[in-house]
């Protein structure tokens, strides 16, 4: 018993000092190393609010830049308005930590960022505790912090983000950059054209440092400090030129609002025939890439449309390499009255027993014609004729699979136009070998059209388009790809890619060419012009709308540039207002380049010129440097010093383009605006930060502020257009 009892008295003595030797155990490595066995807790940090920071270093999203250098797209300092509205909210000092004049605040926040007051003001008058507006309230910028701090206004605060801007984009790009936007983790992420199919190049790579710091946030710098730095995204510098650009997008607009046209829409190309670069891509109306508006389906890659005769260029170039084509030889251009032998196409006496009667546009009748003149005046009977009598569908159509039709065009990695389709996808009856030769039936895509053209402005060589120039390291400058030409294969030989040209030279400078609202003195050009009726959907033609569109190449003698545009209008507008457009993008593009009307000759009609930068420079010597140059300058305010300028220093403008300059005097009076455009009274809008209401579309015709009156901020100016 009395064993026992000593065998219990031994074990709790035991146990008790095993206790006792971890308390002690704990208290030591707690004193010294601040760990606490049991929870694993940092004491330390507890105690002297050490902590661990990780801190995520965000890689700049590359740019985006044209063949200038000139930036197209990058990334800026943004930031996201939030309001506190918990009225128990203070500060340690007792003042008021959340909006306390909602009204007044909701007038402040709404005229900053853009958003309407009877919104602003419910989202402050809602029962969360901390709010946010929207778009509007996202991606603000420096300024307009700066103002909606300076109102005092209590409990905002602002969330820096990082946004995708495009400065130089006025309605420019849009389609061909796309856009990023930050997606759930904050981090900006392309969603269409460059920004998107080349998102994993453009994105980066985060960086991350860690480091120790104290409760006041102070980094203690006797602690380990690691570091891997950011890697930021590739630059990617594109083929397209500002000047051209802009001159394209302004000639579709242009088409789209002359009250002699008034298209629909408009979209075209600029490209080098001989290297494949495109120069410019444009259509209108289009998106901006700064905001959210980008429900719209792109004319330049996602969309096939009927071409009309300028598809005649390719049935007529087959018929010459095949040996069939005859110029002087002579066919009757009288209606054409289809009958169907056996399933193929042939042409009737009279249209008794035909299934369709094909005719002239216009329905002219030009009689007994020699084939030359019949191309000339785009005869849909020749080419009818050709397709029946010379040469057969199967051999045409061998010609449009070469020449890249219904194919599609890749012009870079991940950036591929939609492509067209055969005229016998869904037409089965006879019509279906005849209808394409005129450019019916068979649907293109505008970079087809464009990369056809090719192998009639060269030696016969299909040339693929390509728009990305390089893309390169931003900080080292080394070039990780080069764009480079890439000649599909020959499809034409030089023969007959040369007497084409002829043939297009007629259309454009011949007694009786259909295309002579094209001949400009500037440089000699050859052409081809086209006129669909729009194909409906569920089937059938629009009885009033066409797609109009012209092929043109320059110089004559030896085409570098091919202009290709089209646009959807009703029948019976004014052709020769539309081409006086197209005509401004052929002269710019003369200018840019420097092609010369003839061989060895240079052309001197078009001035263009690097923009100089005017900032910091007396404001009557920046405006006698520019009327030097040719330009118009239009004068912000009666400082003394130039504060800003647009275009921008470096830019590529031609003679008579109008340069912004706004100067450090808050005076400004009234331009004359007659004239101008409804681009270039938005522009103004924008340097000088006074509203303007627009009324019509096209060019001024009268204001409601005559020139040289005073005006400010609270003045309400309208502008008439026609």
């Known amino acids: 018993m009395k064993l026992k009892t000593n065998i219990k008295v031994l074990i709790m003595s035991g146990t008790m000092a095993l206790i006792l030797l971890i308390v002690s155990a704990n208290i030591f490595i707690v004193s010294v190393f601040g760990l606490h066995l049991n929870s694993g807790t940092d004491i330390v940090k507890q105690v002297d609010g050490i902590q661990q920071v990780n801190r995520v270093i965000q890689a700049k999203r590359g740019s985006i830049l044209d063949r200038g250098g000139n930036v197209l797209a990058e990334d800026v300092i943004a930031y996201t308005l939030t309001a506190n509205i918990d009225p128990e909210r203070y500060t340690a000092k007792k003042e008021p930590a959340h909006v306390v004049d909602k009204e007044d605040a909701a ?4 005229r900053v960022i853009g958003k309407d007051y009877d919104s602003v ?9 901390q709010v946010e507006f929207g778009y509007e309230g996202k991606y603000l910028t420096a300024n307009q912090k700066a103002e909606l701090e300076a109102s005092d206004i209590k409990g905002l605060g602002f969330i820096q983000v990082r946004n995708r801007i495009s400065p130089r984009h006025d309605g420019q790009y849009s389609h061909v950059i796309g856009f990023a936007r930050l997606d759930e983790n904050q981090v900006l992420q392309g969603s269409m054209g460059i920004e998107k199919s080349y998102n994993d190049l453009l994105l980066g790579v985060n960086g991350v440092e860690k480091y120790q710091e104290d409760k006041a946030g102070n980094k203690l710098q006797h602690a380990e400090l690691y570091e891997e730095p950011a890697v930021n995204g590739k630059n990617i510098k594109l083929t397209l030129d500002s000047t051209i650009q802009n001159q394209l997008e302004l000639s579709l607009e242009g088409i789209t609002k002359d009250p002699g046209v008034n298209a629909d829409s408009a979209w075209g190309i600029v490209m080098e025939a001989k290297t494949g670069r495109i120069l410019g891509l444009g259509e209108y109306p289009g998106f901006d890439p700064n905001s959210e508006d980008v429900d719209y389906v792109s004319k330049t890659l996602n969309y096939s449309y009927e071409p009309g005769s300028t598809m005649k260029t390719f049935t007529v170039a087959a018929a010459i390499e095949e040996g069939v084509w005859d110029d002087n030889a002579t066919y009757d251009s009288g209606e054409f009255y ?12 009279s249209p008794s027993g ?12 030009y009689g007994i014609q020699n084939f030359r003149d019949g191309y000339a005046v785009s005869s849909n009977v020749m080419i009818s004729e050709l397709l029946t009598k010379y040469m057969t569908y199967e051999t045409f159509d061998k010609y449009m699979q070469k020449l890249g039709f219904y194919a599609g065009v890749e012009v870079d990695e991940g950036i ?7 005229s016998t996808t869904y037409d089965t009856s006879a019509l279906r070998y005849l209808n394409p030769g005129f450019g019916q039936g068979a649907t293109v895509s505008v970079l087809e059209m464009a990369q056809a053209y090719t192998a009639i402005m060269t030696d016969g ?8 120039d390089s893309i390169s390291d931003p900080d080292t400058g080394e070039v990780t790809y080069q764009g480079k030409t890439t000649v599909v294969h020959q499809v034409f030989s030089p023969s007959t890619a040369a007497h084409a040209r002829d043939l297009m030279r007629d259309v454009v400078a011949g007694r009786v060419g259909s295309g002579r609202r094209f001949n400009i003195d500037e440089v000699e050009v050859i052409g081809k012009t086209g006129t669909a009726q729009l194909a409906i959907e569920g089937g059938g033609y629009s009885p009033t709308k066409y797609i109009f569109s012209s092929a043109l190449g320059f110089p004559y003698d030896d085409p570098e540039i091919i202009v290709y545009t089209a646009y959807q209008a ?3 507008h004014n052709l020769n ?8 993008v052929v002269r710019t593009t003369v200018s840019v380049m420097n092609i010369s009307k003839f061989t060895g000759e240079v052309v001197t009609e078009i001035k263009a010129d690097t923009l100089k930068d005017y900032k910091n420079m007396n404001v009557e010597k920046a405006k006698q440097d520019i009327l030097s140059k040719g330009y118009d300058p239009i004068i912000i305010g009666d400082g003394d010093i130039v504060v800003n300028q647009y275009p921008q220093a470096d830019s590529k403008i031609i003679s008579h383009e109008r340069v912004y300059i706004t100067t450090n005097g808050p005076n400004i009076t009234m331009p004359n605006m007659k004239g101008w455009s409804q681009k270039e009274v938005v522009t103004y809008w924008n340097q000088s930060g006074i509203s303007i209401a627009l009324n019509g579309s096209g060019y001024v015709v009268s204001q409601s502020i005559e020139a040289g009156t005073a005006i400010n901020k609270d003045t309400e100016i309208s502008v008439t257009l026609e």
């Open 416 to 422: 591929k136009s939609i492509a067209g389709y055969p």
């Open 570 to 572: 009703n029948y019976g």
């Open 121 to 129: 003001l419910s989202i402050l008058n809602s029962s969360a505790k």
């Open 107 to 110: 007038l402040t926040i709404s």
């Open 338 to 349: 289809v009958g169907n032998k056996n399933g193929i196409p042939v042409r009737l006496s």
């Open 354 to 365: 035909s299934i369709h009667t094909i005719t002239n546009a216009n329905n002219i009748d």
């Open 461 to 468: 060589n299909l040339i693929k388009p390509y728009i990305v």
């Open 577 to 584: 207002a539309s081409a006086a457009h197209v005509n401004d």
